[in-house]
């Protein structure tokens, strides 16, 4: 048995969410952990799962806040590099009246795009079922090239692969070197997310059926396609379906609700012990009604970290 259900690669960092103002006018941010990676690794964590999580932050009041957050919500840090040459990665996120967001990044560099190929655990590596990986650890070397051996590492075992090609148009250089760099995952990846606005960007197609089936032919055993309030776009080599979304009473941050979606989703497919190759359609489609109820609970809370359903509650929330 391996000791990981899941381990994610990538970034951990400072979401400085809107606050509203002060008193004197100015705009207020709260301080919350996020990275999507981190993200997805504190879901699988609160649903049950094994979670491990590889990165590098700075050895700083922001690095140390994540570690021990991470640490809190039982993922293991181990692989968790705290660098006191660079800084931690940080993300103003600005909030719209209906929840929607927008990014400003101090990253240049940031320690997440600083981690090596030396510096990443081969003994996590080595002993999880799934490896999850984003893609803005692509934008920049060293870390390209690490998460890439790291990718690799884990196919030539046997192992399974999981992508997420989270775009921010700010952090590279031009969207065509983003799509370079962003497609030369997808052929390694056996479970694929992407969000209706990024379909175009991956496989050229705006249409979400034929983007998942696009990325299916390259080699993915199954993808999602995330919808918004729509719910999810689940395909497989049997087929494919939406799967729809669950309602919800109001929104209160939308941020880290895809990353829910997915660490959900990845804890379903650990937990089953099925192989990429064994994934169908009615499998997957009843992996992505849980993701859906996890991603519904988590935009009615602020911040991405401390808005991840516990398996309780998902499962409390499905039986209404």
Request: glycine share 10%; hydrophobic share 40%; net charge negative.
């Amino acid at each position: 048995m391996k000791r990981y259900d899941v381990a994610v690669l990538g970034e951990a960092l400072i979401d400085f969410t809107d606050y509203g103002v002060s008193d004197g006018g100015g705009r207020l941010f709260e301080q919350n952990p996020g990275g999507a990676p981190a993200n997805v690794a504190c879901a699988v964590s609160r649903l049950g799962g094994r979670a491990a999580f590889l990165g590098k932050v700075g050895d700083d009041m922001h690095g140390r806040f994540l570690r021990d957050t991470l640490a809190g919500e039982g993922v293991d840090v181990s692989g968790m590099v705290l660098d006191p040459s660079v800084f931690t990665t940080l993300a103003f996120v600005a909030l719209d009246d209906s929840g929607e967001r927008s990014f400003s990044f101090a990253r240049k560099p940031g320690a997440d795009t600083c981690l090596r190929r030396e510096e990443v655990s081969k003994n996590v590596l080595e002993h999880c079922g799934i490896l999850h990986v984003g893609s803005l650890s692509l934008t920049d070397e060293p870390a390209r090239s690490a998460t890439l051996w790291a990718v690799k590492q884990v196919r030539s075992r046997g192992g399974a692969v999981a992508y997420d090609p989270n775009y921010r148009a700010s952090l590279w250089r031009n969207e065509e070197n983003a799509r370079l760099q962003m497609r030369s995952l997808t052929p390694l990846a056996d479970y694929i997310k992407i969000s209706d606005e990024e379909t175009e960007l991956l496989t050229s197609h705006n249409s979400p059926e034929e983007a998942a089936q696009t990325l299916l032919e390259q080699g993915a055993c199954c993808v999602a396609v995330t919808l918004g309030a729509e719910g999810a776009l689940i395909a497989a080599r049997d087929g494919m379906k939406v799967v729809p979304g669950c309602p919800v009473e109001w929104v209160a941050d939308t941020t880290g609700a895809g990353d829910a979606f997915w660490g959900a989703f990845l804890a379903q497919t650990a937990g089953s012990g099925l192989s990429p190759q064994e994934m169908t359609l009615e499998k997957a489609a009843e992996f992505a009604r849980f993701a859906n109820m996890a991603a519904s609970l988590c935009i009615g809370r602020r911040g991405a970290i401390p808005a991840m359903p516990t398996l309780a509650e998902v499962e409390s929330r499905l039986r209404k």
